[in-house]
């Protein structure tokens, strides 16, 4: 089974890329891996004992909003058996980039689907484009979904 890499910010863009690999998954069953890089914060007063507790909980309450996140979308959709197939995944802080190719080389990803909304001039020149910065660095194919793309079968 091939694997799609879905990095998600929870935006409209990211639902929109996520609503994509879940159409392309009816017709060619996918794995879909959703990742999330959010940062896990416990306080630096926290007693030592308490840290991985602490950090734990974190973790499982942020893993809890992404698979919220992705049955928003899938209840929004009427696709059956849509969701059988996406794995979650968090990932603690950094960069998106580094943490996207991180992911590609631990799940062998075959694809990697990101959402844009299409950053130019000079907002491109100063903020730059995660899914620009991940077209050149990854080795694996890239495919960037414009925000008002309007979905449409994949005839080849």
Same mark, same amino acid.
């Given at each position: 089974?091939?694997?799609?890499?879905?990095?998600?910010?929870?935006?409209?863009?990211?639902?929109?890329?996520?609503?994509?690999?879940?159409?392309?998954?009816?017709?060619?069953?996918?794995?879909?891996?959703?990742?999330?890089?959010?940062?896990?914060?416990?306080?630096?007063?926290?007693?030592?004992?308490?840290?991985?507790?602490?950090?734990?909980?974190?973790?499982?309450?942020?893993?809890?909003?992404?698979?919220?996140?992705?049955?928003?979308?899938?209840?929004?959709?009427?696709?059956?058996?849509? $969701?059988?197939?996406?794995? !979650? /995944?968090?990932?603690?802080?950094?960069?998106? @980039?580094? +943490?996207?190719? =991180?992911?590609?080389?631990?799940?062998?990803?075959?694809?990697?689907?990101?959402?844009?909304?299409?950053?130019?001039?000079?907002?491109?020149?100063?903020? $730059?484009?995660?899914?620009? !910065? /991940?077209?050149?660095?990854?080795?694996?194919? @890239?495919? +960037?979904?414009? =925000?008002?793309?309007?979905?449409?079968?994949?005839?080849?």
């Amino acid at each position: 089974m091939k694997t799609i890499l879905v990095p998600t910010d929870y935006s409209d863009n990211a639902r929109h890329a996520l609503r994509f690999a879940l159409y392309l998954n009816e017709n060619t069953p996918f794995h879909i891996v959703l990742l999330h890089l959010g940062e896990i914060l416990v306080p630096t007063s926290t007693p030592q004992h308490l840290y991985k507790e602490m950090y734990e909980k974190h973790v499982e309450t942020m893993l809890n909003e992404l698979k919220n996140e992705s049955n928003k979308v899938l209840q929004n959709m009427e696709l059956p058996n849509s $969701g059988k197939h996406i794995e !979650h /995944i968090l990932k603690d802080g950094g960069d998106l @980039v580094d +943490a996207v190719l =991180e992911t590609v080389n631990e799940k062998q990803v075959d694809l990697i689907l990101m959402g844009t909304c299409g950053a130019s001039g000079l907002k491109k020149f100063f903020l $730059g484009s995660n899914t620009a !910065h /991940i077209i050149e660095k990854a080795n694996v194919p @890239v495919l +960037a979904i414009p =925000e008002n793309y309007h979905f449409a079968p994949v005839k080849k």
